[in-house]
């Protein structure tokens, strides 16, 4: 096992000490298409699929023929309710759609380490010693941004649990995410530029990852 240290910083981004961690303690190695498949499933289940055209039988309208075949000297018709006519049916009408779908809870649960540790190799990762606010203040999480030198970026705050005064703080600054440590996954992992970890919610991933714990 080989331990890397990786420095904690305090809000002021002033270096306070160190985190000392092997990264096999989240997962072995990165597989590509592991994290491929699953951010995959996360963008299909964030699909709505709700829409909905009218076909032929949807529409109202008699199934009777307009007029008869032959005999009249214009071409054929059908129905009312025939695709070619106006206020008729739609050719080939959509139907809602369930895009939804769940990998093996096991791959999901790998996945999300996988992708914290592609953060860590990718220096793409800042640990604070703690992150906390005594009532929500905005200015207070983009003046910590700026002295971690990552305002402007798009960010994902990992803290230990759910703290509501840092996510009405965080809620209104573009492109920044507030997670609870037990909420992670791949997709919000990668989908944001910058992960910021405190020190306890570093501790709460490496706890579920060796305890075994499930995963949301």
Known sequence: ?????????NRRGEQVGTYEF??????????????????VMYESNRRQGTFATKGRADVQGSKK??????GTGRARMGNKRTPIRRGGGVTF??????????????AVQLATRMAIRSKFEDSQVVILDDFACAQ???KEVVETLKQLKVAGQSCLLAIEKHDENVWR????????????????????VLHQKQ??????AL?????RAQGGESEA
């Open 65 to 70: 023929k307009m007029y008869k075949q032959k």
């Open 93 to 106: 009408a959509k139907n809602p759609i369930d895009y939804s779908y769940r990998l093996p809870k096991k």
């Open 203 to 207: 501790d709460a991933v490496r706890a």
């Open 136 to 138: 929500p203040k905005t």
């Open 169 to 188: 703080s965080a809620r209104n600054i573009a492109r920044v995410e507030v997670s609870p440590a037990s909420d992670l996954n791949a997709y919000t």
């Open 195 to 200: 992960l910021i970890l405190t020190k306890a």
């Open 22 to 39: 092997d990264l096999a303690d989240l997962s072995p190695d990165i597989n590509k298409q592991l994290l491929h498949d699953v951010v």
């Open 1 to 9: 096992m080989s331990k890397t240290q990786f420095p904690i910083h």
